[in-house]
């Protein structure tokens, strides 16, 4: 039986979710934009997981437009909203999925300010609003880092914006479904988000629109999504990720308490069997599921490796297309030596990790991390 | 950190190195027909597109391992590759040297950074698609190299460096094989890699151009010009740096002459190629240093051996004086054409010009 460790990767589909899916693949094929009975109950199932989405974040329904997954949401918002002159303010530590669309943009134009985290991860409210200009168009800051779970100060920031009134944007991927999200309270313009990281399938996602901004159509087609994503919707995924947020919603205090106690256990167990751990964030203002911890002096690549061949799923680094490891660029934002960065590795829980699990994972590591160094001692 | 392993028993846990060409893919193969438990590792030894360790080849890896039913990793040596044996082998052209970096990287790499990952992973043993032979002694318990079996494949050459405790550790399966064979098997296994073009000797050469290379990773290197002298120090043409050539080389000299000039020497130091006529590329006698005893230590007295002195030589017939401090005198028994510099020089065994008794690497000839 394997231990998966990686639910910041993405996450088992959870039962309710493939079931939910499968009766809509295998009964309900119907296009949600046909006028008769079976595309008016396809378009039911596709507004009841809007509602279910909306419910979850506190945001109206019609604010929601489903996307292929989180990056194509990102991807819509930035091509769209930022034009070459534009300014954006962002951080040093988003993902991929937005530092690479706005160092494209700002090759063409755009002028992009990123803010540094402190040796936590996080961000400061006040520096990024400080960064903030007369022309600025936009802020983007990620709600949680994928890599350390980093929790950043977005509903300060959102205030100070809109204050300024400039729009915000927040990639909350990571945080949906871990981490309490009420943009009732936190008026935020735009978020992101991917039904993968929370039980939910891949391949769908959505891009939170708020007030009336000119968002222009990412794909022309068939005018769905309120204009924005032309294209027949993918039903049986948008279901999924319905559910996903119904699990959500019902589970997430829960999941705090359990999340939190599992990742603990986790930690005190590395703590007692190894030396030279560094925990990378700060606990206090972090996704509660997250361990990013650095092992001194040895590779985190091989650890992963062997991880695996001991059953246990965890990941370093990003992954390349090769499956080499590169030292993370967030570790190294928040100041870590690239030999640091690479002796780290992500240890994420989620649902279905027990604490026999983590004891099985403390322990496998007591005995490897001193194997590891000892073959990588020069 | 565990004795390594000689059993080639079932089931033991072993590594395979896999360049994504079609001699791992087969000796991947041959061991998972044994019953072993193999991982396949394809080693990222450069970060930048190169023969050995593109991203194709390391995918080539990856499928072969799927349909073998293996695990497979990328272990990432990249840095540890340009200190190591890049740079030395830039260095090595400008002191008007000939590298190998195969030899350093058998032994630096694949029997040394992969062997430990291999003993992390619960592994004993480093496997790779060199067409050589092991045989252990059941008597003294000592590890004996061969020629692989295909003679025109065979890469024993590149592997004389190896210590006891790395050939133990060892394994070889497409030795006993020939090219032919290897890609007969690699067909019969529907391998996509069974009819890819062998490989270069050098991976981070990609195309040839040794002299790119230096020059990328010495820049003053680009800077440097000399002359071209005869044997009597008349200047008969430039050139752009010794480390544009390799002695014996007869190409490229770009002089013009009425007879075919070699050249002889390279005097970093001078900047100067001295050339002249093929006679004068004979040695009777060359020297050899950081010499490794296969058997873990110098004979007690000179040994008659068959000495090959570049990957593509006949070995000759020579007498073996082991010196002080790992070196070597060499004496031929016949004069043997352009002896490099910097090339390695391995001893085989005078009688089947088979087993590998040493070798060491060439500081001169000596005509």
């Keep these: 039986m394997r231990i998966y460790l990686d639910h910041n990767a993405t996450t088992p589909v959870r039962p309710s979710v493939a079931e939910a899916m499968s009766d809509v693949l295998r009964a309900e094929f119907g296009n949600p934009s046909s006028v008769y009975e079976e595309g008016a109950l396809a378009r039911a199932r ?80 006040e520096t990024v609003l400080g960064a903030v200009r007369s022309d600025t168009r936009l802020v983007s800051v990620i709600w949680a880092n994928n890599e350390t779970g980093s929790l950043q100060p977005v509903a300060d920031i959102v205030d100070g914006c809109r204050a300024r009134g400039v729009m ?70 948008i279901v999924g990720f319905g559910e996903a947020c119904v699990l959500a919603r019902e589970e997430l205090a829960d999941r705090l308490v359990r999340y939190g106690a ?68 967030i570790l190294l934002a928040m100041g870590r030596t690239p030999e640091q960065a690479r002796a780290s590795i992500r240890l994420s829980v989620g649902w279905g990790v027990d604490e026999d699990q983590v004891d099985r994972v403390a322990e496998v590591l007591g005995t490897l991390v001193p194997r590891v160094r000892a073959a990588e001692a020069p | 950190m565990s004795l390594p392993n000689e059993s080639d028993g079932p089931n033991e846990r072993i ?4 360049s994504g060409g079609v001699d791992s893919s087969v000796a991947a193969a041959m061991l998972v027909e044994q019953g072993a438990d193999a991982i396949g590792v394809t080693m990222r030894l450069s970060e930048s597109e190169s023969r050995c360790c593109s991203l194709e080849d390391a995918d080539d890896a990856r499928r072969v391992s799927e349909s073998l039913g293996i695990k497979f990793y990328v272990a990432n040596y990249a840095d540890a590759f340009s200190s190591e044996v890049i740079d030395a082998f ?95 098997r690699a067909r019969a296994l529907g391998m996509g890699t069974a009819d890819k073009p062998d490989s270069q000797e050098i991976c981070f050469v990609p195309d040839g151009d040794y002299a790119k290379v230096v020059e990328r990773i010495r820049p003053h290197a680009a800077r440097l010009r000399g002359d071209i002298v005869d044997e009597s120090g008349k200047v008969l043409g430039e050139h752009r740096g010794v480390h544009r050539f390799t002695v014996g080389q007869r190409h490229g000299l770009g002089i013009s002459a009425d007879r ?70 060499i004496a031929f028994e016949e004069p043997v054409r352009a002896v490099a510099p910097g090339q390695a020089a391995v001893f085989y065994d005078a009688a089947d010009d088979n087993e590998v008794i040493g070798g060491g690497w060439l500081l001169e000839g000596i005509p």
């Design chain 2, 90 to 184: 830039a260095d090595d052209y400008l002191a008007g040297r000939t590298p190998i970096p195969c030899i350093a990287c058998n032994k630096s790499f694949k029997f040394d950074h992969l062997l430990e990952r291999a003993r992390v992973f619960g592994a004993s043993r480093v496997a790779t698609g060199h067409y050589a032979r092991l045989k252990h002694d059941p008597d003294t318990g000592q590890a004996r190299l061969f020629r692989g079996v295909d003679r025109e494949k065979d890469q024993s050459y590149f592997l004389f460096s190896l210590s006891q405790e790395q050939l133990r550790a060892a394994s070889f399966p497409v030795g006993d094989l020939s090219k032919h064979q290897v890609r007969e």
């Design chain 1, 46 to 125: 596709v507004e009841a997981a809007r509602s279910e989405l909306a419910r979850l974040l506190a945001v109206e329904p019609r604010s929601i437009r489903w996307t292929g997954g989180a990056t194509e949401a990102n991807n819509t918002l930035l091509f769209g909203l930022l034009s070459p002159g534009d300014h954006i303010v962002t951080t040093e530590i988003e993902h991929p999925s937005v530092a690479a669309p706005l160092a494209l943009l700002e090759s063409r134009g755009v002028e992009v300010t990123r803010i540094a985290p402190d040796e936590t991860g996080c961000v400061a409210a």
């Design chain 2, 15 to 18: 590594v395979v190195a896999m």
């Design chain 1, 262 to 329: 599992l990742r603990d256990r986790l930690w005190a167990g590395l703590q007692k069997r190894i030396d030279g751990l560094r925990w990378n964030g700060d606990r206090d203002r972090q996704l509660l599921n997250t361990l990013n911890v650095e092992f001194e002096g040895l590779a985190g690549e091989v650890l992963v490796q062997a991880l695996d061949l001991e059953g246990i799923a965890v990941s370093a680094g990003a992954a390349c297309h090769s499956g080499s490891i590169e030292p993370s660029k």
């Design chain 1, 168 to 237: 915000t944007h927040s990639d909350a991927t990571q945080a949906v479904g871990k981490a309490v999200i009420d943009l009732a309270s936190v008026p935020l313009d735009f978020l992101s988000t991917s039904a993968h990281k929370l039980g939910g399938p891949k391949g769908v996602g959505a891009l939170i629109v708020r007030g009336d901004p000119k968002l222009p159509a990412y794909l022309h087609g068939g005018g769905q999504e309120y204009g924005l994503r032309g294209g027949t919707e993918n039903v049986a995924g």
């Design chain 2, 260 to 329: 075919r000039l070699y050249v002889l020497r390279l005097d970093p130091r001078e900047q100067k190629v001295v050339v002249g006529d093929v006679d004068s590329l004979d040695c009777g006698e060359a020297r050899v240093e950081r010499v490794n005893w296969i058997a873990g230590a110098p004979p007690s007295e000179a040994i008659r051996v068959r000495v090959q002195v570049r990957h593509r030589h006949q070995a000759a017939l020579a007498r073996i004086v082991p010196g002080p401090n790992d070196t070597a005198a």
